[in-house]
């Protein structure tokens, strides 16, 4: 996945909160364990952190979501083929 989702779209502060996100993907897909933990939990479950910094980042946090649960399955699909 691209480190930079957003390629710097929007105001320098919509810019560090896309970061932010940036970030936290980038922790959930590669990071230690302890990471990919504490970032799946604020991608997929935190109800007021994500929401404000979604927001923040000029971005819909429903939106976002149904992207990360998008990308999820498919990891999820690949991971279950790779098995078989």
Known sequence: MDSHVFHNQ???NERLWQAV????????VR?????KRNAEYFLFEDEEDFPFVCRSAGLNPGSVRESLW????????VSNANVA
Do not use: D, F, K, M
């Open 10 to 12: 929007g105001s320098a």
């Open 21 to 28: 996100i940036n970030n936290a993907i980038s922790e959930w």
């Open 70 to 77: 998008a990308i999820r399955a498919q990891a999820v699909s």
């Open 31 to 35: 990071g230690p364990e302890l990471h």
